[in-house]
Structure formats: structure tokens, C-alpha cells
């Protein structure tokens, strides 16, 4: 299904880009405007340090002390101080200075001053998105007409044939997903990637072991499934029929796939790298269309696939068969009407929103602005971009902050070559990888051409159609081409605050709604911006070349060992020691820290920040004090509580007050500035401190 590979363009974790954060931002809700109301009221049980991203754990009487709780010590008046934006689930400085940016570039497409054809195709995507009159008159028109040729199929030939159509790749699962990126072998060409298309339960182990945010994904497919097939004419005793058939067969697809918490580690990328040829795929092709569908695709080529789950695609031929045929148009089915409910008309857009408010207890709700200007973004974002820079320019800002980046990476050259525990071999490597890191700021230097597309006279998912087939266009005619570095991918969107890393690039990208207050401005003191610029951003995004999961990648971006054997087990030993101390922290009741899911990010943070202090050693009269709150004021989160715990189970990064507590507690300077000694709840041993580099 392209269409969700695109809206969901972070969700493959092969491509490994490892971000600054990613926090979900679809689901929102306010701060409940209760701080304070009683003493400690609300503390969930957490250890060493209390969950202070979580509201209710935060009041006016909440103890800070440097010694005891650092992050809580620099946060707290700011986070009784902030509130969700409206609609949001999340409170931090990405999501102030997010809107800042995506208010002016609201502006650019309510307003529709601007001329030329990326213009008029952002005005155009938009208007369709933003007419309600049609999209109420067209109802669930649409999504009946993609969807009916499913519950019709009479024969699994009869599915397959339907699946295989145009439409159908573009809108429909399929139970893979097919997608094309550098590849991690050869990073000057590009290859295609063959994963297994997302479960209802996102997780697979949640089949087997369910978790809180499991029962909150189900009941939210369980509601919207039976309210969008009512509409089409199902009743409920049937609808449930389906869900249940749909989880049956995704019971057993679960033992056959990894999990979140197997793919976040850092090995998981030689497990699912295994090359095969369009040969062999037609080989795995027994009972399940493999081979037809990648090449309805467009995606046949003489080069490689890289197959993250080869077992899963045998198992496929095992399960589609004639006899499982309800319980595949289910799966298709169900999924297909949650997915596209967004696109049909208002009674069912508001539905949506109302169910995932109940589900994971938030208060998302978006103006048909915003919710028009994210679907553009994510549809058309280089476009959008590119009006943006257009109107608002930021060259004098990319030069200084690529001047910045230099002397960031200089501090590392450093830094590496003092290293006392690697071979000499080793680190001149890691110096030569240093050298090769390419720096893109802002925006990219060349646009891809838009001038073939056109949405006029669409149907808003017939604009979705020709959209995600000319990025489909796009992946075809690069197979078998060399790698264009001028060119961004165009999913990354330079307009969010963020920051990324690409391993197959060994490319730094800083998106310039990440060159915005409080991470960047003129009159920014040495303290801050070292805090910022040097530790938790740059200098964060240089560490992921080194860290358990980019030291496996080469100076050109390809997946090679280029390590000694000794070096290695050192390097191993080092993050194993973090894993274990990350393993002992509780953020609340039931829930410990899975170190092995989140050590690349943390030993990010880590690297960053002694970076920083190495600068800070160069100035004189440096206010260690401004220097460490700066940074922990950065890491600032109010979050609700479903989105914490999806934060904590499914992402790579750390909870936003251990990004500030476990980092802070690794260094001399923290110590020294704050008088820390042995039984402050913030002290570590010296022998249990984490240095890797
Ligand atoms: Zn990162």
C-alpha cells in the first residue's frame, strides 16, 4: 500500500535515519488544568527519579533539587508554566517551534498568493482537502467503490486479481510493503525493500503478550471498524465476525514476524539484511503473490531486494490459501476503512477523531486548517518546501549554522584522536568517517520536478492516487541509477523541528524548522548555545556515526564491519554497561526501560553532551550552571500518558527527563557545579559512569 509507506514515512526502521525525536503527534489532548490542586496527588511509583514528563506527577509541590532530580530541578516552574498546543498530546520546545514554522507555511496555502505550478498543485491538493461540501456530498462514495471489489471476491484468484490493480496498490495492505531508499550494501545505488506490511496491533507481541497501549489500538480498530462498516451496510454482529477472523489469522502471521523491541536493538539490521534477486523471489512465490505483486509495482529490476523477514514471506504461501479467504478480505477490509476513514467525508473525519480521543484518553482535534496543511505536508512536502523557502528564506542562517556544524565535527576529530581504549586503526577510521560526513542544511540544493503532476479535476483520492503514483514513477526510474546526494529524499521534511542522521548517507540533515528559538537564534550566549547546538542537537546527530548502530556502517554508508575483532568487544562491553544501568530505571508502575532499545539514542545524548564540555573547557569564565540548564530545559516533555508508554514500548528514544537525569549523572562538570556527593539520588560512582568515547 504506497500511500501509507508515504504518510507513514518513518515507520520502516531499515531505513534506519535515526532522528532527534520522534514523538507521535496525531494524538492529542490538553494538560488538565488541575496542577497543584493537591499534594503530590497523582505520583505514580518511579525510580531513581519520578516520570516528571507525565503532568500529574508534576505540582507546586513537587521537591527540586539538583542533587535529587536534575531534570525536575531546571524544568519544573516552566512545566507548570506550559500547556499542550490545542489539540496536541504532546507539550515540548519541537512542537513551539514546530508551529511557528507550520503557521507561516498555513499562511502560504490559506492565503495562495504565490505562483507557478508547485503552487497551484498545493493549492489545488488543498482546496480538495479543505472542500467539504464535496467530500460530505461524495460520503463514503469513494471508499465503497475501492473497497466493494474485496468483500465480493469469491475466490482468492478473484482477491489477487483486484489486489493487483492500480488502485488497489496504492490504497489497499497486501501484507507487504515495498519500498525504495539507498541501499545499506551499495550506498551509491539504490535497492528495494521487502517488509512486512504493519499488523492491526502494530506490535506482533502484543498478540502474545498485550500490553496497555495494545488494549487501547484494539479497542480503537474494534470502534471505528464497526461504526465505517455500518455505514456501508454491514451490522455489527458481522463487523465483530471480521475482527475476529482478521485477529485469528494475525495471531499466528505474529510468531512468524519480529517485534518492536527486536527491531529497535541494535543487531536487528544484519538479521534483515538478506539480498535476493527477483529470481528467487518468484521462487517464494508458491501460494502468495509475491513476485506479481512487486512486479505490478513497477518495482522488477535486475538489482537486489533486501528482505527483512525471509520466513515471514514463506509462511505467506502457507496461510493464503482458498481456506483462509474470509479471514484475508478481512484483514484487507478492516484495515483499508480505518485507514481511509480521514479521506471520506465530516460525519466520518469526526468520528475518527472522537475515537481516538476515547481510546487514548486525549484531546486531539485539529482546525481543517491544520488538518489540511499535515496531509499536504506529508503528501507534497518537498513542493511545500519549496514555496516556503521561497517566501521566507533562511540562506544567512544555513551558512552560520553550517560554520557551526564544521567546528562540532572538529571537536570530535579531537575527541577521537585522544580515545585511550581503541587501535590505532580503528580510530583513524572512525577520523576518516568523521571527514565524510556530509552536512545538509536547511534545504536541499536541487528540487525534484514536480512539472508532471497535476491533481485539477480530481476526487480528493484520485489526487491521492496520481500523487503517490508519481513518486512510484520516481522509485522506478531510480533502480538501477546512481545515487542523486543533490536531491533529498522527498519525504524529508525540512519544515519540521527535527534533525536526522542518516546512516546509508552518512549524511547529517538539519531541517530548518529545527534553526528556530529556543535551539537557535542571534543572540544565543556561548552556554546556550554550546548547551543546545553542540550537545543536544549537532553534536547528537555526529555521535549516531559511532554508536551501537552506526559504527556498523562504513564511511561511504554501506553496511561493513570495519572494526578489529578487540576494538569491538570493547565498544560492546561499554554499551552492554550502559544497557544494564538503563535496565534498573522504573518510569512508573509495571514499566522498566528496555536499555537495549534505546542505548543508540541514549549513547547519542551522551556523546553530545561530553562534546559539549569539551568546547566548554576551551572558554574561559564558563557558566557551567546556564550551560547545564539550557540543556535539560531542551528535554522538556508534558506528555500524556498513552503517549509516553508508546514512547517508552516503540521508540528508539529515551523518556525526556532521563535524556537530561542519565546524561547529566555521566559527567565531572555536573558534579562539580552542583556539589553532588555519594547518596544524592543523582550521584553514580565513578566506576559506574558510561563513557564510550
Ligand atoms: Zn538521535
Keep these: 500500500m504506497f500511500i501509507f509507506q508515504i504518510l507513514k514515512k518513518f515507520a520502516a526502521i531499515i531505513l534506519i535515519i535515526c532522528l532527534l525525536l520522534d514523538y507521535p503527534i496525531a494524538l492529542g489532548s490538553f494538560i488538565s488544568d488541575t496542577f497543584g490542586a493537591g499534594e503530590n496527588e497523582g505520583l505514580s511509583a518511579g525510580s531513581p527519579w519520578i516520570d ?353 556544524c564544521l567546528g562540532v565535527i572538529e571537536c570530535y576529530r579531537e575527541m577521537l584522536s585522544e580515545n585511550e581504549w581503541a587501535s590505532q586503526e580503528t580510530i583513524d577510521y572512525a577520523i576518516k568517517k568523521l571527514d565524510s560526513i556530509r552536512l545538509c542544511v536547511a534545504y536541499p540544493d536541487k528540487w525534484t520536478d514536480y512539472s508532471d503532476l497535476s491533481v485539477k479535476g480530481c476526487s480528493l483520492l484520485e489526487a491521492i492516487e496520481k500523487i503517490t503514483m508519481f513518486y512510484q514513477r520516481m522509485d522506478c526510474a531510480r533502480l538501477g541509477g546512481e545515487v542523486d546526494n543533490e536531491c533529498w529524499a522527498a519525504e524529508t521534511d525540512v519544515l519540521d523541528c527535527n534533525a536526522y542522521y542518516s546512516n546509508s548517507e552518512n549524511t547529517i540533515f538539519i531541517c530548518l524548522g529545527m534553526m528556530e528559538e529556543p535551539f537557535y537564534y542571534k543572540d544565543m550566549s556561548t552556554e546556550e548555545l554550546y548547551a543546545s547546538v553542540a550537545g543536544f542537537w549537532v553534536g547528537h546527530e555526529i555521535s549516531h556515526c559511532f554508536d551501537s548502530n552506526g559504527a556498523r556502517y562504513d564511511a561511504e554508508g554501506n553496511l561493513r564491519d570495519w572494526w578489529s575483532k578487540e576494538d569491538k568487544a570493547e565498544f560492546r562491553r561499554r554499551i552492554d554497561k550502559l544497557d544494564d544501568y538503563l535496565d534498573t530505571i522504573v518510569p512508573f508502575e509495571g514499566y522498566h526501560v528496555n536499555g537495549k532499545s534505546v542505548d543508540t539514542e541514549m549513547l547519542a545524548d551522551i556523546t553530545g553532551l561530553q562534546c559539549a564540555l569539551r568546547m566548554a573547557k576551551k572558554e574561559k569564565d564558563f557558566d557551567y550552571d546556564e550551560f547545564f540548564r539550557k540543556y535539560s530545559v531542551l528535554n522538556l516533555v508534558i506528555s500524556n500518558y498513552s503517549s509516553e508508554l508508546e514512547e517508552l514500548l516503540q521508540d528508539q528514544h529515551p523518556l525526556g527527563y532521563l535524556r537530561t537525569n542519565v546524561v547529566v549523572q555521566q559527567f565531572d562538570e555536573y558534579y562539580e557545579t552542583y556539589d553532588v556527593k555519594e547518596g544524592d539520588n543523582m550521584y553514580l560512582a565513578p566506576e559506574d559512569r558510561i563513557k564510550v568515547w
Design 52 to 404: 516528571s514528563d507525565l503532568p500529574e506527577n508534576v505540582t507546586a509541590f513537587s521537591e527540586s533539587d539538583p542533587r535529587e532530580d536534575y531534570h525536575l530541578y531546571a524544568g519544573k516552574d516552566i512545566l507548570l508554566q506550559k500547556k499542550y498546543l490545542e489539540g496536541y498530546s504532546i507539550w515540548n520546545y519541537y512542537s513551539d517551534a514546530s508551529s511557528l514554522v507550520s503557521d507561516r507555511a498555513m499562511k502560504l496555502l490559506a492565503e495562495q498568493k504565490q505562483t507557478g505550478h508547485n503552487a497551484e498543485l498545493l493549492y489545488d491538493t488543498y482546496d480538495l482537502l479543505i472542500d467539504w461540501d464535496t467530500r460530505n456530498s461524495n460520503g463514503m462514495g469513494e471508499i465503497k467503490r475501492l473497497t466493494d471489489p474485496v468483500l465480493n471476491a469469491d475466490s482468492l484468484d478473484e482477491l489477487t486479481d483486484y489486489l493487483l490493480t492500480e488502485e488497489a496498490l496504492v490504497f489497499l495492505v497486501n501484507f507487504i510493503s515495498l519500498s525504495v531508499d539507498i541501499s545499506i550494501n551499495d550506498s551509491t545505488h539504490y535497492a528495494v525493500y521487502l517488509d512486512p506490511e504493519d499488523l492491526l496491533l502494530d506490535d506482533a507481541a502484543e498478540y502474545s503478550s498485550r500490553t496497555e497501549l495494545g488494549d487501547m489500538t484494539a479497542a480503537y480498530n474494534e470502534k471505528m471498524f464497526v461504526y465505517l462498516a455500518g455505514r456501508l451496510g454491514i451490522g455489527e454482529s458481522e463487523a465483530r465476525d471480521m475482527l475476529e477472523q482478521a485477529r485469528d489469522l494475525e495471531e499466528k502471521m505474529s510468531l512468524k514476524l519480529s517485534t518492536a523491541e527486536e527491531m529497535m536493538r541494535d543487531d536487528y539490521i544484519e538479521t534483515a539484511n538478506n539480498e535476493m534477486s527477483f529470481k528467487e523471489l518468484e521462487k517464494l512465490s508458491v501460494n502468495f503473490p509475491l513476485a506479481d505483486i512487486v512486479e505490478a509495482s513497477g518495482l522488477k529490476y535486475d538489482g537486489k531486494y533486501i528482505v527483512s523477514d525471509q520466513d515471514y514471506l514463506e509462511y505467506l504461501n502457507e496461510i493464503y490459501t482458498d481456506e483462509n479467504l474470509e479471514a484475508i478480505k478481512s484483514i484487507v477490509y478492516i484495515n483499508a476503512l480505518i485507514d481511509l476513514a480521514a479521506y471520506a467525508d465530516r460525519e466520518a473525519y469526526d468520528f475518527e477523531t472522537d475515537t481516538t480521543n476515547e481510546c487514548y484518553d486525549s484531546s486531539y482535534w485539529y482546525t481543517d486548517e491544520e488538518n489540511a496543511y499535515y496531509t499536504v505536508k506529508e503528501l507534497l512536502c518537498e513542493p511545500l518546501q519549496e514555496l516556503y523557502v521561497e517566501e521566507y528564506g533562511v540562506d544567512e542562517d544555513r551558512k552560520e549554522m553550517e560554520e557551526l
